[in-house]
């Protein structure tokens, strides 16, 4: 029975054992005693049951085999664990035995671990992304950066890769095209990729440890993107080479020049490939008013921007007028013709250079109205001030909007479609 003068929380002992008993607002009583690193709570509507749980439950976890030491006995005596426990509070940050038991377990759990490759982990990570119906652009992407990164590591066990080597790597990359060392963004969007791959490989496929922790592509930080960098743009000389190029050499690309560099539209909008959306239509302009609607767009907050057609984008585009179908009908040819026209032309590869230069060129125009600005181009205003270089003069912006056909233009294009509609 309990003195008169009981305090909270009435501390209670036995068999070496130790547990309290507190009062709660309520008036109940509530015991708490810790068993195997858990907590043992229970209520009672009176100290004296209470206190009467508490000497039977501690009678009986001697008593219980189950519970007993004698179930597992010690194969050492008892100063030895204490010297243990002493050891690694000193040298671990005041970890307990009983951690430092569940810390190994953790890390050497191999009966679900599944060896298998880094190819093997991304092939079947790209066959589940294509079962879910991940739009094709991503697909892509993942192949590349998953490819690329299975060229150096495809025969290793996933498993066996740790966050020095991935570094390494990164470290190590160079731009097939600029030669030089990967861009921040191209580091985050490689890097993103294979996370979600690893991700897959220890969730699924069982093929990394689960241990608690990161998976050793999370080790890796995610490099800053630097925005105080100046945008590349072209100058009006070197999109007036690009156009005068394709005269010659290809025609089909003009009017993907004109989309991105008069118009301001994306490449993927402009070409249409590997985009999980219906490709851009000569059908859509509207002529008589001089828009072109653009559907579908990389930012859901817009569904649907008019885009204005400049006087010299409408030059370049006439001989075209008559056309039906879609403006690029090749499934995935773009790029390396793209490419080759640089080359023929002398100009330099800047990534997205055309949208950019529309984008630097058309602010000047506008004298710096963003928000037209933002919503001709499909973006945030976020993303213009990031996208268009500052020391634009108003002579270039007005040069680059006033780049129109050469004298015999139109007749040059005409008779390649006419003889192309004779074939």
């Given at each position: 029975?309990?003195?008169?003068?009981?305090?909270?929380?009435?501390?209670?002992?036995?068999?070496?054992?130790?547990?309290?008993?507190?009062?709660?607002?309520?008036?109940?009583?509530?015991?708490?005693?810790?068993?195997?690193?858990?907590a043992k709570q229970n209520t009672f509507a009176t100290f004296d049951k209470a206190l009467e749980f508490l000497a039977k439950e501690f009678d009986k976890l001697d008593t219980d085999l189950s519970?007993?030491?004698?179930?597992?006995?010690?194969?050492?005596?008892?100063?030895?664990?204490?010297?243990?426990?002493?050891?690694?509070?000193?040298?671990?940050?005041?970890?307990?035995?009983?951690?430092?038991?569940?810390?190994?377990?953790?890390?050497?759990?191999?009966?679900?671990?599944?060896?298998?490759?880094?190819?093997?982990?991304?092939?079947?990570?790209?066959?589940?992304?294509?079962?879910?119906?991940?739009?094709?652009?991503?697909?892509?992407?993942?192949?590349?950066?998953?490819?690329?990164?299975?060229?150096?590591?495809?025969?290793?066990?996933?498993?066996?890769?740790?966050?020095?080597?991935?570094?390494?790597?990164?470290?190590?990359?160079?731009?097939?095209?600029?030669?030089?060392?990967?861009?921040?963004?191209?580091?985050?969007?490689?890097?993103?990729?294979?996370?979600?791959?690893?991700?897959?490989?220890?969730?699924?496929?069982?093929?990394?440890?689960?241990?608690?922790?990161?998976?050793?592509?999370?080790?890796?930080?995610?490099?800053?993107?630097?925005?105080?960098?100046?945008?590349?743009?072209?100058?009006?000389?070197?999109?007036?080479?690009?156009?005068?190029?394709?005269?010659?050499?290809?025609?089909?690309?003009?009017?993907?020049?004109?989309?991105?560099?008069?118009?301001?539209?994306?490449?993927?909008?402009?070409?249409?490939?590997?985009?999980?959306?219906?490709?851009?239509?000569?059908?859509?302009?509207?002529?008589?008013?001089?828009?072109?609607?653009?559907?579908?767009?990389?930012?859901?907050?817009?569904?649907?921007?008019?885009?204005?057609?400049?006087?010299?984008?409408?030059?370049?585009?006439?001989?075209?007028?008559?056309?039906?179908?879609?403006?690029?009908?090749?499934?995935?040819?773009?790029?390396?013709?793209?490419?080759?026209?640089?080359?023929?032309?002398?100009?330099?590869?800047?990534?997205?250079?055309?949208?950019?230069?529309?984008?630097?060129?058309?602010?000047?125009?506008?004298?710096?109205?963003?928000?037209?600005?933002?919503?001709?181009?499909?973006?945030?205003?976020?993303?213009?001030?990031?996208?268009?270089?500052?020391?634009?003069?108003?002579?270039?912006?007005?040069?680059?909007?006033?780049?129109?056909?050469?004298?015999?233009?139109?007749?040059?294009?005409?008779?390649?479609?006419?003889?192309?509609?004779?074939?």
């Amino acid at each position: 029975m309990p003195r008169k003068k009981t305090t909270f929380p009435y501390p209670f002992s036995k068999n070496g054992r130790h547990g309290s008993i507190y009062k709660c607002a309520d008036g109940k009583f509530k015991t708490h005693f810790m068993f195997a690193h858990e907590a043992k709570q229970n209520t009672f509507a009176t100290f004296d049951k209470a206190l009467e749980f508490l000497a039977k439950e501690f009678d009986k976890l001697d008593t219980d085999l189950s519970e007993s030491e004698s179930q597992f006995p010690l194969s050492r005596d008892r100063k030895h664990y204490f010297e243990l426990e002493q050891k690694l509070k000193q040298e671990s940050d005041n970890a307990s035995l009983w951690q430092a038991v569940d810390f190994y377990i953790a890390h050497h759990r191999r009966k679900k671990l599944v060896p298998l490759s880094v190819k093997d982990c991304c092939d079947k990570f790209i066959q589940s992304r294509i079962a879910n119906n991940t739009s094709s652009s991503q697909i892509k992407n993942l192949k590349k950066h998953c490819g690329r990164f299975a060229k150096t590591f495809g025969s290793r066990k996933i498993h066996e890769i740790d966050a020095g080597e991935i570094q390494q790597w990164f470290d190590s990359q160079i731009d097939n095209r600029t030669q030089k060392a990967w861009q921040p963004k191209t580091k985050k969007n490689y890097r993103g990729s294979l996370v979600a791959m690893s991700l897959y490989a220890r969730k699924t496929l069982k093929a990394i440890p689960e241990n608690g922790e990161e998976t050793e592509f999370q080790k890796i930080a995610a490099p800053k993107k630097r925005t105080n960098l100046p945008v590349e743009i072209y100058s009006p000389e070197e999109i007036t080479k690009l156009l005068h190029t394709a005269i010659k050499k290809d025609i089909d690309l003009i009017p993907i020049l004109v989309l991105g560099g008069f118009m301001g539209l994306r490449p993927a909008e402009a070409h249409g490939e590997d985009v999980d959306r219906d490709r851009l239509r000569w059908d859509h302009f509207v002529w008589k008013d001089n828009f072109l609607p653009v559907y579908g767009q990389k930012v859901n907050s817009k569904a649907t921007r008019d885009v204005p057609i400049p006087a010299n984008a409408l030059a370049w585009l006439s001989p075209f007028k008559k056309l039906k179908g879609q403006i690029w009908e090749l499934k995935s040819a773009f790029d390396g013709r793209y490419s080759t026209l640089k080359k023929n032309a002398g100009v330099r590869d800047i990534y997205d250079g055309l949208r950019h230069s529309y984008c630097s060129y058309r602010y000047r125009i506008l004298k710096g109205n963003v928000d037209q600005v933002a919503d001709e181009m499909g973006n945030s205003r976020e993303e213009v001030m990031r996208s268009y270089r500052r020391n634009v003069t108003d002579r270039q912006a007005i040069a680059w909007f006033a780049i129109k056909p050469p004298a015999n233009y139109a007749k040059s294009i005409k008779a390649v479609l006419d003889s192309r509609q004779a074939t």
